[in-house]
């Protein structure tokens, strides 16, 4: 298939380990960083206590985008589809899962330490593997050793062997021991679907690039089952369709690449793989990944569990195993790219606005109500009709300091509309909505806003 045209709490992230050892200017990372601080859209977790590391917190604006994400992304996967259905599988799990995964045998790093100034690093993100990137000293690297990312803990009472649980460091395996369960109660057939969003840990050597490698994630995935004879035919089609999402939703051509896997690259049970790739500040990096698994997963629970995994096709009086299609994507680093490709500066009137240009689907806020007095003959009103949009949109309401100022607040957490109530409006029952990325101005009917906006964010 063809490819598809420093702030101090920032620096408790780690370095940059871009995927392709490049680094680019980081004013634009900087300047993102502190909006969301600045905005409320991220926290370092755990500030009070002088943070921990790798962790971080969504504020009241950054909550809403990040569930304006997954829900755009459900909204594709699953709404507007017939032949996807949706989970939520448990995040603690037994051994069994991972030793039939191979998890417990294989999902590690390469791992090294620096004897000179004691860091840790991933051998294989290291530009130079003879030189530590922290002191610049060479051949102070320890032999490599293969580091487990999976977080272990105990179930029960008793911390002995038979109490050993995981935290599971990706969604997928639920959506494998499940595909019976699902067969049954939803007498779903292939090719179909399973779509889970939820959380994910990984013990990770080198997190950072802020919420981009974190060793808490949410991850958005579904796993797509087919007959084998058709399972290349899926994977241009998930590959295309995925790609799309990102364009479809605000991030322009430019900043988006398909790129395939090269045979060295690829799993041992993929028969290909592509990445969609975001260009960060750091580099061209991995926003979700399309993979053709083959029937590996349910062959491997179905010999570990003793359970029969496979489709009863009664036309045709065979059995087989289907082939999954499986795109993964990372809900907090798509969010992450959602940020950098919309924000934009621009000089208006001979000031710096800054200004987040994001999809209404994925903006925290779709209108704020802003009155352009705080008198009681202005804010009262405003506020009612501030109650009554948000029956239908993520409103925002806000009355202290200048309307410029106001407008300015909305700009930098990417609004797409605000609503001026003035005296004319006790006057001509009609109010002033200003579009964000123009700044254009209309006067709508009170009675009338509601199917404005609704037509405009349609």
Not at 102 to 116: I, K, R, W
Not at 353 to 381: D, F, T
Request: glycine residues 6%; charged residues 25%.
């Amino acid at each position: 298939m063809s490819s598809p045209s420093q702030v101090a709490w920032w620096a408790m992230s780690g370095s940059s380990d871009a995927a392709n050892g490049t680094s680019s200017s980081p004013e634009l990372f900087d300047k993102i960083v502190n909006l969301t601080k600045r905005r409320g859209f991220v926290y370092p977790s755990a500030e009070i206590y002088g943070g921990f590391r790798s962790t971080y917190d969504y504020g009241p604006v950054g909550v809403l985008l990040l569930r304006n994400v997954k829900d755009a992304w459900w909204r594709s996967m699953v709404q507007l589809r017939g032949d996807v259905f949706g989970l939520d599988a448990s995040i603690l799990s037994p051994p069994q899962i991972w030793e039939a995964s191979g998890h417990l045998a294989n999902f590690t790093d390469p791992l090294v330490d620096c004897t000179s100034c004691k860091t840790r690093h991933r051998l294989d993100k290291l530009e130079d593997p003879d030189q530590c990137p922290n002191c610049k000293e060479r051949g102070t690297f320890t032999e490599p050793r293969a580091f487990n990312l999976m977080f272990k803990t105990h179930a029960g009472p008793v911390e002995d062997s038979g109490a050993v649980a995981y935290l599971r460091p990706e969604t997928a395996q639920g959506m494998f021991i499940n595909f019976k369960n699902v067969i049954d109660t939803t007498r779903a057939k292939p090719p179909f679907g399973i779509a889970q969003v939820g959380k994910s840990f990984r013990n990770e050597i080198t997190p950072g690039n802020f919420v981009f490698r974190t060793r808490e994630f949410e991850q958005m995935e579904m796993e797509y089952f087919v007959h084998p004879s058709e399972a290349n035919q899926w994977y241009e089609y998930w590959c295309a369709e995925r790609f799309q999402w990102y364009l479809d939703h605000g991030i322009p051509a430019e900043k988006l690449r398909l790129r395939p896997h090269d045979e060295d690259e690829l799993s041992h049970y993929s028969s290909g793989t592509s990445d969609v790739e975001f260009m960060f500040p750091w580099g061209w990096d991995e926003l979700e990944g399309i993979a053709n698994r083959g029937n590996y997963d349910l062959t491997q629970h179905a010999n570990h569990s003793g359970e029969r995994l496979e489709w009863y096709d009664q036309a045709a009086n065979e059995r087989w195993t289907p082939h999954v299609i499986e795109p993964a994507a990372g809900a907090t680093r798509t969010a992450m790219a959602f940020l950098m490709a919309a924000y934009d500066e621009e000089e208006v009137r001979g000031e710096k606005r800054v200004v987040l240009r994001l999809h209404h689907r994925i903006a925290p806020y779709k209108v704020a109500v802003l009155p352009l007095s705080k008198k009681p003959e202005l804010s009262e009103p405003a506020q009612a009709l501030a109650q009554r949009l948000r029956g239908r949109f993520m409103t925002d309401y806000d009355e202290t300091q200048a309307i410029g100022r106001r407008y300015r607040r909305q700009d930098e957490i990417g609004t797409p509309y605000c609503i001026t109530f003035d005296f004319e409006s006790l006057e001509d029952n009609a109010v002033t909505i200003r579009e964000r990325d123009s700044m254009d101005q209309v006067r709508v009917a009170i009675d009338e806003v509601e199917s404005y906006l609704s037509e405009k964010m349609s």
